[in-house]
Structures are given as C-alpha cells and as structure tokens.
C-alpha cells in the first residue's frame, strides 16, 4: 500500500483545528488578556527541542505551560507549522514576521527561522528594487551581490527572486564566470516554470518566451 502524504497531512491540519485528545495547555499572552491554547505533547516534543525540554510534569493529565510573550496569533501560527508543516507568509504584515522569526527561534525551529530569514530577504529585495527612490540600497545591495555573489546564488533563495530583480543582477559585472551565471540562470527559469524541461537543449520557442 502506498502512502498518501496529502492525506497524513490533512489527518495532522484535522487534529490541529479540533484539539482531539489534547495533553497541554498553554495560557498565552498577560493579564487579563490570557488565552488558552490547546496542542499534543507527541506534536510539540517531535518538533521541537524547546518544548522537550520544557513539557516535564503533567498535572491532572495535562500539561500546562505559560507563555507571556507571544501573543496567541503568532502561537497559533507556529502550531500550525508543527502539525502540518505549512506558513503563509505573503499575507502577514512586516510586525508580524518579525514576532514570527522571533517566535520561531525560541523555540529552536531552524527550518521555521531559515524559511523566515529568507522570505524576508526577498521580500526586501523586490520592495527595494521596485522603488526608485531607494537607489542607494539598490547600488549598495548589488556591490555586495557583485563583489560576493556566493551569498545570494549560494542558496536557493535567488530562485524566488522576480524577474526584474534577475535582470537587473544579470546587468551587473559579477564576478562568476559565465558558465556559472548560466547555469545559475537556468535554476531560476526551471523554478519559475517546474512544467518546463530542465535541459535548456530541448526548450521550444514558447519555453523561452
């Protein structure tokens, strides 16, 4: 039998929204604004090292924790994220993933803080480059970009870059070689387009286009 992913993901998204069977019980926020959230010891202690180490004693079969300095939304957010691995990050404001990337690092998720970190970087780079106002940023990101372009192209960050942001780098004198670029070029046209062939060798005139 085979395993249905999309299927186990949903069963964990169920589990979340429903509290079923909850062991723990975190009281969120300060007086009088408390809330109590609901999760599974199982869930909290697989995913993150901070809650192992924390969820010790039960009382009355339960574990009740206090945590005052994140509000209930961004613990839901990050709850959400243990049971069923998935964040949208494009509809938060700029506050809220700064509570967020903050969030995420006390409680030891470095997947949650890298995926974070690099959102906010893109995020940060096409706002910059599509003003321009901010050219003085702009000059000063791509001399970094230019002169150490293994921070950007090092990681897979650059394949969520727009294409106007590409076009601009590609302008710049790099110091990669062209086989390189190339083939960094390549990585972020494939990614833009998964349903295209990965060899550029057999692309058809609407590939390219």
């Known amino acids: ?67 005052s300095n994140i509000s209930p939304k961004i613990l839901e957010n990050i709850f959400r994220f243990l049971y069923c691995g998935k964040i949208d990050l494009s509809v938060e404001s700029l506050d809220i993933l700064t509570l967020l990337l903050t969030a995420a690092n006390e409680f030891e998720l470095e997947s949650l ?10 995020k940060f780079l ?15 990101c791509l001399q970094i970009i230019c002169e150490t372009p293994e921070l950007l192209f090092g990681k897979n960050t650059f394949l969520r870059l727009s294409s106007q942001m590409i076009e601009l780098i590609l302008k710049e004198k790099i110091k990669l070689d062209e086989s390189e670029i190339w083939s960094n070029f390549i990585r972020w046209s494939c990614a833009q387009n998964p349903n295209v062939n990965q060899d550029p060798e057999k692309w058809t005139n609407d590939d390219i286009e």
Do not use: W
């Not at 096409?126 to 000063?140: G, S």
């Open 1 to 67: 039998m085979g395993c249905n992913l999309t299927e186990l993901t949903k069963n964990y998204e169920q589990l979340f929204k429903s509290k079923e069977n909850y062991d723990v019980i975190i009281q969120v926020g300060e007086e009088p604004n408390v809330q109590e959230i609901y999760a599974h010891s199982i869930i909290l202690c697989r995913q993150s090292n901070y809650f192992r180490s924390n969820l010790k004693e039960k009382k009355d079969g339960k574990f009740i924790f206090n945590i």
């Open 113 to 122: 803080v890298k995926h974070i970190q690099e959102f906010l970087i893109i």
């Open 126 to 140: 096409d706002n910059t480059f599509n003003c321009e106002n901010f050219e003085p940023i702009q000059n000063y």
